[in-house]
């Protein structure tokens, strides 16, 4: 019953040249009301003083992605003590990129690598939220919601950020969204800040006409769907001025399953297409989606197989996005974060299990990359976290915080209470943007 | 298809052997990568011809599907659905994730809880989606003889997901020493037992020796035992009544439960020792289970198959299905073993993708079916004036449908 056959073109044509009716009014002053919800308000204000527009996007890479497997200390003579054939090395078959000497990059992320080299990544190493246990869903929660523990995390520290751009309410605060990719919202931009969510569509367009008496119902009955349904109609129109329709004869699935070829297909488009909204001159300006699969218990296959495969699938989501946002790009920063890191000797199943410091990957052309970021804790067992784990040297909130304060403007005080309550001890990170 | 069952068992069971090395004959495989081994699973909503694989899910969903549709009353489908996204399974990882609902969750919903947990816990698709098929004690006969050993995914997630709750004070010691006492809990490989391949193994070379230490308790090394002795407590542990009071009142009633009526399902569970015929009736003849107020968006598949009931279609498992992937729903395969979410907010994103999926039923079946009147029948009293007036003076049959589909009376449960 759900999701027939494409209807024949003739069809869609005599939907869309359907006569106005006595609605069309109420259609058009939405259209144009959603229209300017687009148009202001996305852009920080103090950036735009200053001649800057900022993009920021943040990917949650969900399940714990095992930095040492995506950034390996070649140079650290206990490396290969720790992971023999299991991990990254400069000689042998597949050759690790090397970075500064001392780490060296997954050989399966070659954008990566030339992003890195152009100075538009940057890597930071051993660092991890304040969570110390090993719950993906509660570690998960720190890392979305910014707190400094396991709390009631009913928002996320990037739509708080982007509450907080605008103090003084100037700007109607309906106007100002953030933006997520996927059927279901990622938790770092849930909040008080409306969030537009995107998936590509499929299958035969609803007519503007339908929408339109839809809306007018959840209008005059219940004001939480009307409100999430004009988000719709805002955002498909602004799909359409950017050209990101989908065909509607494409009607494969679009959330992701199965093999390595549609999660690579899945990471690209979702990324690709986050990058076209926040290009797009009317479009949101701070956004986020999750890519899922990094929980790797059993053969992880860091070298050549599923990680790897992986790495590569997130390599090509980074190029998707360098393109889709065009000129813009000079002007963005992409931060991928995951819960925790995972243990530093593989399990008893050529695996590894959950753990705590881990990497975070930073790119985009309004960085001042080109370096790795760590102070690097060892790996001989007494300088593990509880004998297992990669210790954390940098909390993760020291570059969230610089971040959001050199690319958006945002202020130390508000950071420290407000987007990342109880972080004043944790000083940002410096030199980060360019 | 008993038979293909059987036969897809038997490819997974020589697989997991493979990988774990527990049969000499089939040490060949072991280099081989999970990814080619897998057996593909159903995905493409059109596709020419099915795989075995895929005739299975979509038998197995055409059941799941049916039951609810054509349900006369539905809370002990509901129940079925609840149970199975609390014990969840991930259909990428096992051909054997329909027959998991059917066979460890089904028969136990309005059982004991502790039936329930042994069932889920025990159940090869459980074992091979948590990864316990893989685990060696590091000092079990296997272990020593090998380079395998422990991994303590499913111990963690008994704890945290299934039984316990998160931070109610298990330490990483207890994940480590649980996970050492279900070591050997695997399935059968197929080269020497062909009739039942693929089914529950306790293996007692791969299991670790001796007593462990669980939460403050000492159980002794006996086998199978000794992993059921430890489920058997955590089922009855005062933690794990309260998750479950949590989760059932989350589910049914609000995202935030009212406290009496979780105080009263935690005492019911606790006072029948996890009597689920109990705690289901104590929740269905709460005051607070009957407020008018309608707080809950229904999930998609929950709207998918009142769609259904409304119409009188008996519904098709080929649209069905990736109807259900394009809403974030996607059956039997949850984005992690916590399953999906129960809150409004994870929903209600997709209420634009539900208008698309409704627009496409209704432009096939509007001029046949008459929206007024399924109003009626689904919702009467319930449909507000605003809505019968929206359907009532749609411009088209299809749009009336689309309305009525989408009217918020629809939403909510």
Redesign the interface.
């Known amino acids: ?4 056959d494409a ?1 024949p073109a003739s ?1 869609l044509r005599a939907e869309t040249r ?1 006569a106005a ?1 006595p609605h069309a009014a109420t259609r058009r002053e939405l259209l144009l009301g959603s229209g300017a919800l687009f148009a202001w308000a996305h852009v920080p204000r103090i950036a735009r003083a200053e001649g800057r527009d900022p993009r920021f996007l943040a990917i949650v890479l ?2 714990a992605l095992d930095g040492l497997a995506a950034v390996a200390p070649v140079g650290d003579p206990d490396w290969i003590k720790l992971r023999g054939d299991n991990g990254l090395k400069l000689d042998g078959d597949t050759k690790a990129l090397p970075l500064d000497g001392f780490f060296a990059l997954n050989p399966a992320m070659p954008n990566l690598y030339r992003l890195y080299k152009a100075g538009q990544a940057t890597i930071v190493h051993a660092a991890a939220t304040p969570y110390r ?6 570690g998960q929660d720190v890392l979305e919601s910014g707190l400094a523990g ?1 709390g009631r995390a ?1 928002s996320g520290w990037l739509n708080r950020a982007l509450v907080a751009l605008e103090p003084g309410g100037r700007v109607d605060p309906r106007g100002r969204r953030t933006f ?1 990719v ?4 990622p938790l770092v931009v ?1 909040g008080p800040a409306p ?1 537009l ?1 995107w ?1 590509p ?7 503007d ?3 339109m ?2 809306l ?3 209008r ?3 004001p ?2 009307a409100q ?2 004009e ?2 109609v805002g955002l498909a129109a602004l799909a359409r001025a950017g050209g990101i329709e989908r065909k509607p004869e494409d ?5 992701q ?4 070829e ?1 999660v690579r297909a899945y990471f690209a488009e979702a990324s690709g297409a986050a990058a076209k909204f926040l290009a797009s001159a009317d479009g949101p300006r701070v956004g986020a989606l999750a890519l ?1 699969g990094w ?1 790797t ?3 992880e ?1 860091a070298v050549k ?2 990680l790897a ?1 992986l790495l590569g699938a997130l390599d090509g989501a980074l190029a998707a996005i360098e393109k889709g946002m065009g000129p813009a790009w000079s002007e963005t920063v992409v931060v991928l974060v995951t819960e925790f890191g995972r243990t530093a000797r593989v ?5 590894t ?2 753990g705590t410091a881990t990497v975070a990957l930073l790119a985009g052309g309004a960085l001042k990359g080109g370096r790795v970021v760590a102070d690097w804790p060892g790996v001989k067992e007494a300088d593990l976290h ?1 004998k297992r784990d990669l210790k954390a040297t940098t909390d993760l909130r020291a570059v969230l915080k610089r971040l959001l304060k050199d690319h958006l403007r945002l202020d130390d005080a508000v950071l420290a209470a407000d987007i990342f309550p109880d972080s004043a001890a944790v000083r940002p990170m410096g030199g980060l943007v360019g | 298809v008993a038979a293909r069952v059987a036969r897809l068992r038997e490819e997974e069971a020589k697989r997991v052997a493979a990988e774990s090395g527990m049969a000499g004959a089939m040490e060949a495989k072991a280099e081989m990568a999970p990814e080619a081994a897998k057996p593909p699973t159903a995905q493409a909503p059109t596709p020419p011809a099915q795989t075995v694989p895929q005739q299975i899910f979509f038998a197995e969903a055409k059941a799941h599907f049916d039951a609810a549709i054509t349900a006369e009353i539905g809370f002990v489908e509901r129940l079925v659905w609840f149970w199975s996204n609390h014990f969840c399974v991930n259909a990428d990882d096992t051909v054997m994730a329909g027959g998991y609902e059917r066979e460890a969750i089904r028969p136990h919903v309005l059982g004991h809880f502790v039936d329930l947990l042994q069932a889920a816990e025990g159940h090869p698709a459980m074992l091979l989606y948590l990864t316990n098929t893989l685990s060696m004690g590091p000092n079990s006969v296997a272990g020593i003889n090998r380079t395998r050993g422990l991994n303590e995914n499913l111990a963690r997630e008994i704890l945290e997901l299934h039984t316990l709750g998160v931070r109610t004070g298990y330490t990483q010691d207890d994940v480590t020493s649980f996970a050492k006492v279900i070591t050997g809990w695997t399935i059968l490989p197929t080269d020497s037992n062909p009739d039942h391949g693929g089914e529950f193994l306790f293996h007692r070379r791969l299991h670790e020796p001796g007593p462990q230490t669980v939460i403050g308790k000492s159980y002794r090394d006996t086998g199978v035992e000794q992993g059921r002795a430890v489920l058997a407590d955590l089922a009855r542990h005062p933690a794990t009544a309260t998750h479950i009071a949590v989760k059932l009142a989350r589910h049914f009633v609000a995202d935030d439960p009212p406290p009496a009526l979780v105080a009263l399902l935690t005492q019911r569970f606790n006072e029948t020792e996890g009597d689920l015929w109990e705690v289901s009736k104590a929740l269905v003849t709460a005051p607070e289970s009957w407020s008018e107020e309608r707080v809950k968006i229904k999930r998609p598949s929950e709207w998918n198959v009142a769609l259904l009931r409304a119409a009188r279609f008996a519904g098709d498992i080929r649209a069905i299905v990736p109807g259900l992937n394009r809403l974030g729903e996607p059956l039997w395969r949850p984005p992690s073993p916590r399953g999906f979410p129960d809150d409004n907010a994870a929903w209600l994103d997709g209420l634009s993708h539900r208008l698309d999926i409704a627009n496409n039923f209704a432009q096939r079946n509007g001029d046949r079916l008459d929206a007024a009147a399924m109003l009626e029948t689904a919702l009467g009293p319930l449909a507000s004036k605003e809505t019968r007036r929206a359907v009532a003076r749609a411009e088209t049959k299809p749009q009336a449908l689309t309305l009525m589909l989408m009217a918020p009376e629809f939403q909510w449960r």
């Open positions: 019953m759900i999701m027939p209807l069809t359907r009716t969900r399940g246990e090993r719950s993906h869903f509660d396991v009913d997520a996927g059927p279901i919202t849930r969030v969510s998936v569509p499929r299958g035969t367009p609803v007519s006409e339908t929408t008496r839809l007018d119902l959840y005059h009955t219940d939480t769907l999430v349904l988000d719709r009607q494969g699935p679009v959330v399953v199965g093999g390595i549609q899922d929980d218990h059993v053969n296959g197989g599923r495969a399990n008893g199943t050529e695996g299990d959950h509880e």
